[in-house]
């Protein structure tokens, strides 16, 4: 494990250049591109750095002229808060009518009617031709008049200039003859990745657009299906390089996956790092392959409490992976948002290393982000950013807010050895081997809802979306840290924020734990909850009230542990002592009872599947799959 985290750290090279303003007021704006054969191919890879197609229109056409521009329906419909990517200059020079005088004043003509419109106005040059220098043995670009006008116009009016021409010039010149069928398809045409790279130099120059930043993303990954028997592939990244030489590889239903360089799998992604612009894989069987370049910002322990960790991305929608230096419990936030909770908290294990915790999906508006860390240490190790797994089947995600008794304790793995009354583990630890989801378990030890509202809730309303599972299970230290009143408050505020949002909530209620409300001293009979029960009872009054989906995990938990027996729910159920042979934690719960709990939270679920119930927003579950 230790040389897989090397080679982790060793993978950090991601460059922080990019530099690009950032603000919170963004205003709707639409991207419009005009322009001949080239554009019209690397117009549609950047079709897809644009979450909302419906706000670009690529009215880029091959054989087409500045010239013509205005006569055209999709010119007439711009407006105030637009943006206008203009390419043009390859076909005008074989057009008696459009020689390069007329070219300069059709391209200033068409850019006063967009200043006059109120929207803005970029320039992208048309991509370089190239040929073969027999007598230098190189590719050399052969040179276009008009881009040099275009250039010459843009720098006059303070107008924004992408020089596509240099870009695929030097893109061309570093493949060389043999390796040119990496950068074009013929002489008007690139091929896709070389496109996407074209749509990725425009993309990086949008971003410092206001008006249209907040619906831009990311968009670097490619995907490749994969034969009937075929054991292998070679993916040429060497056009990605120029950004990273790290990679993320998700695969669908892979098997005895190998790459030929080092690499690590944190349970999501294969990462490694290409060797001469390749990526090497094999593998017995798979359906499909995903990559797409990691951008990772070594930290080196950098201490957050007095100097937040700053750097710089480009928006679009990422898995955030984080690290701490060392093994100490402590949460993580990113803007302010916490990102992961408690992390490394040791519960009755001692953690050897830090653990590596993915947040799936978080929307970055670009620029500047800050990263904190909070806790028993304030020392960041790295962060890595990922485009999300695009080529599995999609799954619901669940967010999960709680206590001890359900929040995640490391190290993670529970094994058949570890089922016993021995381990400290919460309930949530198990939700991914009983529901196909991607649950993001924020449940922190010691917390209580009003609380948790404040410092975790906000990051379930950030990212959660229309669909998503919001699971709440708040009452046993509510009742030494807070009121009912203050919890059914805090809880309440949760339900109706994530209903606004199309979140769907559901109420749980904790379970039973032997160190309260048994009764008598008797083996036997059912726990009344004791102190906490007006906590508990609340909770399901609250549900009822708000009319959203509830699971009673008190009175499951109670109505099993009395057939189990006292003896037998300290020893199996939460920690026992065993070579005092008498009970160590009668609160939180072993694996065998966190697992426990989880199955009865599942079959509840289940049950309201079945049933069809739905909560007052109409919602229903019969969406989730359960194993």
Not at 15 to 25: D, Q, R
């Amino acid at each position: 494990m230790k040389r897989i985290i090397s080679f982790f750290i060793a993978v950090c090279i991601f460059t922080a250049n990019l530099t690009f303003a950032y603000s919170e007021e963004v205003t709707s704006g639409t991207v419009y591109l005009f322009g001949d054969d080239w554009a019209v191919n690397w117009g549609e890879s950047l079709g897809g750095f644009i979450y909302d197609s419906s706000r670009f229109v690529n009215g880029a056409k091959e054989g087409d002229l500045i010239s013509l521009l205005q006569k055209t329906s999709e010119f007439s419909s711009i407006k105030k808060g637009d943006v206008v990517i203009l390419s043009y200059g390859i076909l005008e020079k074989d057009r008696p009518s459009d020689k390069n005088a007329q070219f300069r004043k059709s391209l200033e003509d068409v850019l006063a009617i967009i200043d006059k419109k109120g929207a803005k106005a970029v320039y992208a040059s048309v991509c370089s031709t190239m040929r073969f220098n027999t007598l230098t043995g190189q590719m050399a670009e052969t040179k276009n008049f008009y881009t040099e006008t275009a250039k010459s116009v843009a720098k006059a009016r303070g107008i924004t200039y992408i020089d596509l021409a240099a870009l695929t010039a030097k893109m061309a010149s570093k493949a060389g003859s043999s390796g040119a069928g990496t950068v074009y398809k013929s002489m008007l045409s690139l091929t896709d990745a070389a496109n996407n790279m074209c749509a990725y130099e425009v993309f990086k120059y949008l971003s410092e657009i206001e008006s249209i930043r907040d619906n831009l993303k990311v968009n670097l990954s490619r995907s490749f299906d994969v034969a009937y028997g075929e054991t292998g592939k070679t993916i040429d990244v060497s056009l990605e390089d120029e950004i990273t030489d790290t990679y993320a590889l998700y695969f669908r239903n892979g098997e005895n996956i190998r790459l030929s360089e080092e690499y690590i799998y944190d349970g999501k992604a294969y990462i490694t790092k290409s060797v001469n612009g390749k990526i090497n894989v094999s593998f017995t069987s798979c359906e499909k392959i995903q990559i797409t370049p990691v951008y990772v910002f070594n930290t080196g322990g950098w201490a957050t409490t007095d100097n937040a960790y700053k750097a710089q991305a480009l928006p679009g929608l990422y898995d955030v992976t984080v690290r701490k230096t060392e093994p100490l419990k402590a949460s993580v936030y990113l803007d302010g948002y916490l990102i992961a909770s408690n992390l490394d908290m040791p519960g009755t294990q001692a953690v050897p290393e830090a653990a590596i915790h993915t947040f799936d999906e978080y929307h970055f508006k670009g620029g500047e982000f800050a990263v904190t860390v909070k806790g028993l240490t304030d020392k960041l190790d790295f962060i890595m950013l990922r485009e999300p797994n695009k080529i599995q089947d999609d799954k619901i995600r669940i967010f999960v807010g709680g206590d001890s008794t359900v929040c995640n304790y490391y190290p993670l793995l529970r094994t058949g050895q570890e089922m016993d009354g021995t381990v400290m583990t919460g309930w949530g630890m198990f939700l991914e081997k009983y529901i196909d989801a991607r649950v993001m378990n924020l449940a922190a030890s010691g917390d209580w809802a009003e609380n948790w509202l404040k410092a975790s809730f906000p990051i379930v309303e950030k990212e959660g979306e229309k669909g998503d599972i919001f699971i709440v299970q708040f009452g046993i230290n509510d009742h030494d840290k807070s009121t009912v009143e203050k919890m059914t408050a805090a809880l309440g505020e949760m339900i109706d924020r994530c209903e606004k949002k199309g979140i769907i909530p559901i109420l749980v209620s904790p379970q039973i734990s032997a160190g309260y409300g048994w009764g008598d001293e008797s083996n036997v009979g059912k726990s009344d909850g004791g102190a906490y029960v007006e906590f508990f009872d609340a909770v399901r009054s609250l549900a009822s009230g708000k009319g959203c989906f509830y699971v009673d995990l008190t009175d499951m938990s109670s109505g099993w542990f009395s057939e189990v027996g006292r003896e037998e729910v300290y020893k199996m159920y939460h920690l026992w002592d065993y070579e005092k042979n008498a009970p160590k934690d009668m609160m939180h719960l072993s694996a065998r009872g966190a697992e426990s709990m989880c199955r009865f939270f599942v079959l509840a679920i289940q049950k309201l599947i079945d049933a069809r119930v739905t909560d007052k927003c109409g919602n229903t579950l019969e969406f989730l799959k359960i194993w």
